[in-house]
Nanobody, 123 residues
Framework: QVQLVESGGGLVQAGGSLRLSCAAS????????MGWFRQAPGKEREFVGA????????YYADSMKGRFTISRDNAKNTVYLQMNSLKPEDTAVYYC????????????????WGRGTQVTVSS
């Protein structure tokens, strides 16, 4: 069993930055893909991006490229989401996820999910 705990959410003004963290525990996920999703009020959950352990590449949804950066510290079993130039439309609950397969992850069918952390961007 894997537990994923997100932190770092909060309220920020438009144009500001936040860094979310997701710490994994329970078993090692060092060889798994880890990434982020978000769900805004009244909308479906959407893929933000994910890091694939096997080749170190990071994949982003097209709409997230440029402002969001995912990084990973395997020694700490932690993945990060750096968000810059935030906009009110980035307001959402951000979820961390882990899965052995990057393909499965990008489809949103991840094996493990965190409980989410709220990010609110004020205009």
């Amino acid at each position: 069993q894997v537990q994923l705990v997100e932190s770092g959410g909060g309220l920020v003004q438009a144009g500001g930055s936040l860094r979310l963290s997701c710490a994994a525990s329970g078993r090692t996920v060092g060889s798994w893909s880890m990434g982020w999703f978000r769900q805004a009020p009244g909308k479906e959950r959407e893929f933000v991006g994910a890091n694939k352990f096997s080749d170190g590449n990071t994949y982003y949804a097209d709409s997230m490229k440029g402002r969001f950066t995912i990084s990973r510290d395997n020694a700490k079993n932690t993945v990060y989401l750096q968000m810059n130039s935030l906009k009110p439309e980035d307001t959402a609950v951000y979820y961390c996820a882990a899965d052995p397969s990057i393909a499965t992850m990008t489809r949103g069918a991840c094996r493990y999910w965190g409980r989410g952390t709220q990010v609110t961007v004020s205009s």
